[in-house]
T-cell receptor, first 108, second 118 residues
Framework: AQRVTQPEKLLSVFKGAPVELKCNYS??????LFWYVQYSRQRLQLLLR??SRESIKGFTADLNKGETSFHLKKPFAQEEDSAMYYC??????????FGRGTSLIVHP | DTGVSQNPRHKITKRGQNVTFRCDPI?????LYWYRQTLGQGPEFLTY????????KSRLLSDRFSAERPKGSFSTLEIQRTEQGDSAMYLC????????????????FGSGTRLTVV
């Protein structure tokens, strides 16, 4: 069965510090992974997908099949990065399975 | 097109009553998904449609839940005989799924309907 694990419920850093939000997955097939973000009082929105190998708002995520991980990283956190972050795995039929989310708080 | 629209935004109902939520997806999107989210959890898949066909239902979707997408456009989610455990945020999302797997660009979510059963 597919599963997405985000071990940290809360991650608190100071502005300018590096950020790494962890995501581990289990899936027997070829995974397609995403990060979604939800800012305060806004709807859930796509941040990035592994297949695009892109950097969005300074965030990057690399799929590591050996470690079954898809950690989200940013070298220098900004206050506006404070939000809930959800890792998601597309299983068959392209239906995402979400992790429970990590709340990122960036202090000034 | 202003994205995925959900109505109502909030619903408070007494236990045992029926409720119905509506979702209007992005017009070009052929897929529509319903999710439920409770406090401290990520969205949990309930069901999805490709055009008007309901292709999959989660085990979370008990017999009291029914979803429709009659013309392949908007969708409704009805909960009959509501229970306090049904209290949650109900999210709708839509996407365009082409034949090429790379044509799935991720999902656009609505703001959700927050259901409170008292």
């Amino acid at each position: 069965a597919q599963r997405v694990t985000q071990p940290e419920k809360l991650l608190s850093v100071f502005k300018g510090a590096p950020v790494e939000l962890k995501c581990n997955y289990s899936y027997s097939g070829s995974p397609e992974l995403f990060w979604y973000v939800q800012y305060s009082r806004q709807r859930l929105q796509l941040l990035l997908r592994h297949i695009s190998r892109e950097s969005i708002k300074g965030f990057t995520a690399d799929l590591n099949k050996g470690e079954t991980s898809f950690h989200l990283k940013k070298p220098f956190a900004q206050e506006e990065d404070s939000a809930m972050y959800y890792c998601a795995l597309n299983r068959g039929s392209y239906i995402p399975t979400f992790g429970r989310g990590t709340s990122l708080i960036v202090h000034p | 097109d202003t994205g995925v629209s959900q109505n109502p935004r909030h619903k408070i109902t007494k236990r045992g009553q029926n409720v119905t939520f509506r979702c209007d997806p992005i017009s070009e999107h052929n897929r529509l998904y319903w999710y439920r989210q409770t406090l401290g959890q990520g969205p949990e898949f309930l069901t999805y449609f490709q055009n008007e066909a309901q292709l999959e239902k989660s085990r979370l979707l008990s017999d009291r839940f029914s979803a429709e997408r009659p013309k392949g456009s908007f969708s409704t989610l009805e909960i009959q005989r509501t229970e306090q455990g049904d209290s949650a945020m109900y999210l709708c999302a839509s996407s365009f799924q082409g034949r090429d797997s790379r044509a799935n660009y991720g999902y656009t979510f609505g703001s959700g309907t927050r259901l409170t059963v008292v």
